[in-house]
Each structure stands twice: as C-alpha cells, then as structure tokens.
C-alpha cells in the first residue's frame, strides 16, 4: 500500500508539472543554454508518461535549439529517464493494478509470453517498429519478468533511430520545412508499410490455419 500511495504521488507531481508548467519549460527549452539542458530532458521523461507535448514536436525543437548531436543525447536521456521510471513504477507501484487491467486484453498476454522467450528481440521490435504503444510495452514489461538491464538495451537501442532522425528533421526545419517535413514523412510511411506487412503476414498465417 505504502508503494502505491508513493507512486501516485510521484504521478500527480508528474502531471501537475506538465500541465501547470508546460509553456516555462518549452520556453527555457528554446532559449537554449546549459539550464535547458536539464530543463529538456526533464520535459522528455515528463511527456513518456503524459504526452503534454508531442514527442515529434518536443524531439524536433530540441534538435533544432541543440544540434543533432547534443539533441539526439538530450532526447535520448530524457526518453531512458522516463521509461525506466514507468517501468519501475509498473513493476513495484501498480502491480495489482495493471496486472486486472490487463488481464481484459489476450493479445497483451501473447506478448508477454513472447517477451519471457526472448525479451531483448521482442523489447527491440516494438521500439522500432511500433506495433504496440510505447507505454502499453512499458508496462507490460513491468509486470513481466523481463531483467531491467535488458529493457533498459533494448529500448535505448530501438528508440535512437527515431530519435536521431527527429532531431535531424527538427535541425533542418528553419532553413528548409519542406526537406525537414520530407525525412520524417518517408520515417512514418517506411514504419507504416512495415507495419501493414506484418499485419498481413500473421493474417495470411491465420487464413492458411483455418
């Protein structure tokens, strides 16, 4: 009980900063400087629990403000920050909880039998290509019995490339909107098409089954 009532504090401070300080921080964001650094990151980790912002947008303006190198390590932290907090969060805070809620959704347990297989690979997938919400594979892996240390791999690995290639687009988007528009479009598509094979194959899986 004392766990829980600790995680709903942390929660509601979570979201009371999000909503309450959202425009100071993306402003102290903007105007750059060694302050926004934390500032940013912590708006990062704020937005894997409650997206008060775009995760695009917020990733692209911190490319923009930053460069591609410190924005891509300032996005990045901040994104590890955030997971790692849901998932513990998930594991000790609100087992029970999201444990009843779960238990409604069969494709979840699927999953989470595939993650107790081979949790690294299943973890990665999901990362870079997002067939499943990123906070639903958060708490899934919570509850699981997944190791944190390769939670924590896999996710870092799967969340760079979407990571780098928004903070890229973000840096571009002064000089050239359109170009800037153009990569993460052709990011989206190459995702959705990799998404509607897959989706495809396990249909045709079922058909020759039945």
């Not at 009980?1 to 929660?11: A, D, G, N, P, T």
């Not at 940013?40 to 303006?61: D, E, H, Q, T, W």
């Not at 890229?168 to 989206?188: M, T």
């Amino acid at each position: 009980m004392q766990k829980r009532i600790i995680s709903i504090c942390i929660l509601l401070v979570i979201i009371a900063i999000g909503l309450f300080q959202r425009d100071v921080l993306l402003e102290v964001v903007k105007h750059g400087g060694s302050w926004s650094i934390i500032v940013s990151m912590i708006l990062v980790a704020i937005c894997v629990f409650f997206p008060i912002v775009p995760f695009p947008v917020l990733a692209g303006v911190i490319g923009a403000v930053f460069g591609i190198t410190q924005g891509v390590f300032i996005s990045l932290t901040g994104a590890m920050a955030g997971t790692m907090g849901f998932f513990y969060l998930s594991r000790y805070g609100f087992r029970d909880w999201a444990e009843r809620k779960l238990a409604y959704y069969s494709k979840i347990k699927e999953y989470e039998e595939l993650l107790n297989r081979n949790s690294f690979i299943a973890i990665l997938n999901c990362r870079l290509i997002p067939v499943i919400p990123a906070p639903i594979v958060n708490i899934i892996c919570g509850l699981s019995r997944v190791k944190a240390i390769i939670f924590f791999t896999a996710s870092l690995v799967g969340k760079f490339p979407n990571i780098l290639i928004l903070s890229y687009a973000g840096l571009l988007f002064n000089n050239n909107k359109l170009y800037s528009f153009g990569i993460y479009g052709c990011y989206v598509l190459i995702i959705f098409f990799i998404n509607f094979a897959i989706f495809y194959r396990r249909s045709a899986n079922k058909s020759s089954l039945d």
